[in-house]
């Protein structure tokens, strides 16, 4: 009886064992023939069976469904980004139940490349599978315009492949145009860590972040000084450096980087407008001017180059004006002319400047209004009754008294 007994037991066991491996074929034939939720079902309950849960093929299965499903979705929302998701776990889970082992069968499917172009019946559904039908999503979304979702898909496929630097620059790039500069910041840094990269733009990228939009100038140049040793001759990183230094009121170490800058690049108009703005702070007035006409000579379209030129032929005027506040009566009668007239010659010089910037910003009324004043101040009646009127046209007849 016993015997008996035992050998039912058996019997049943082995119908229970082909059972569960029944419903793992059915999953599969789902999953070829195109049937997927069936096979997902199917799939669902052979990963919960203690017959078939502990097999790491049962698992990457289910991997491969969900890699079929979220390719076959069109809708492509947050709930495919989701399924992408849920497959790179899965995936993930069947990697580890094989022991974390890429030469192990299931470790070479989890793992198993994609040639490009190749038929979607020969595809292995494999994580770089996955990884190429989140490319080809986000790039879709990238052209309907839909810059939230293609971020998503680009940072679903980077998830993947942290080596892949299209894919996180691309994600990078998208991460900052939003404004997600934590989610930018990650992905950059993805790139910082691959040997063979040029980083020149990651860097461009997480120096901006750093110094503009959180503010933090120290960081940023701790990270420019870093990009700098990695490439020596980028003049757009050396133009970074010197802007953080002066962010950071480093005045020699700036002046400094400038010369050998300009030693290097001599007609870089934002370089001589950076000189120039440190002599000018250091008070050698005539040496900022000299670097700001030339950064103009340069570049006649170079607006703040035209701007600071303007600007400083205007304190010079004033500087010269103050002059005869501390003079006699007598000798301020005698030194007004004089003094006036070089003044004169500043303002009307500085003209010249301000007619340039506004030509290239027609719509800055600062500049007009900086004109006006001038052109009150040399009498010049036409010019001033002239900017008088493109003033009023933008900020109304009574812009004077605002």
């Given amino acids: 009886m016993k015997k008996l007994v035992l050998s039912i037991a058996m019997v049943a066991a082995a119908s229970l064992a082909f059972g569960q491996k029944k419903v793992v074929r059915e999953a599969e034939k789902g999953f070829k023939s195109g049937d997927l939720q069936t096979a997902l079902t199917a799939i669902e309950g052979a990963t919960t069976n203690p017959e078939t849960s502990g097999d790491p093929a049962t698992f990457l299965l289910k991997a491969q ?22 497959a790179v776990s899965t995936f993930n889970k069947a990697f580890e139940m094989a022991g974390s082992n890429k030469t192990s069968s299931v470790g070479k499917a989890v793992y198993a490349e994609e040639l490009p172009g190749i038929p979607d019946n020969l595809r292995p559904y494999s994580l770089f599978t996955l990884k190429n039908l989140a490319f080809d999503k986000a790039l879709e979304k990238y052209n309907e315009e839909d810059l939230e979702m293609s971020y998503e898909f680009f940072n679903l496929a980077g998830e993947i492949d942290k080596t892949d630097s299209t894919i996180h620059y ?32 990651a860097y461009y990228f997480m120096v901006q972040i750093l110094s503009t939009e959180e503010k933090n100038p120290e960081a940023a140049f701790e990270l420019v000084t870093k990009a700098r040793e990695e490439y020596p001759n980028d003049k757009v990183l050396a133009e970074y450096e010197i802007q953080l230094l002066l962010q950071l009121n480093k005045m020699d170490e700036a002046m400094a980087q400038i010369k050998d800058a300009l030693s290097n690049d001599p007609n870089n108009s934002g370089l001589l407008l950076r000189s120039g703005y440190l ?22 379209n170079f607006f703040e180059g035209n701007y600071y030129t303007g600007a400083l032929l205007l304190e010079q005027a004033t500087k010269e004006l103050n002059t005869l506040n501390d003079l006699s009566d007598a000798e301020w009668e005698k030194q007004s002319p004089i003094v006036g007239k070089k003044a004169d010659a500043n303002y009307n010089e500085s003209i010249t400047y301000f007619s340039k910037a506004l030509e290239i910003k027609p719509d800055n009324t600062d500049i007009m209004i900086i004109l006006y004043q001038v052109y009150s101040r040399l009498k010049k009646t036409a010019e001033m009754e002239a900017m008088n009127k493109k003033i009023a046209a933008i900020l109304g007849p009574n812009w004077q008294d605002n």
Avoid at 67 to 86: H, L
């Fill in 170 to 201: 691309n994600a990078g790039f998208l991460a900052n145009d939003l404004g997600r500069y934590e989610d930018a910041k990650r992905h950059f840094g993805y790139l910082f860590e691959l040997p063979a990269y040029n980083k020149t733009n």
């Fill in 65 to 86: 469904i969900q890699t079929k499903i979220f390719g076959a979705d069109t809708e492509n929302t947050m709930e495919t980004v989701e399924v992408g998701a849920q």
């Fill in 279 to 300: 002599k000018e702070q250091a008070g050698d007035l005539n040496g900022a001017l000299e670097d700001y006409k030339k950064s103009v000579a340069i570049d006649p």
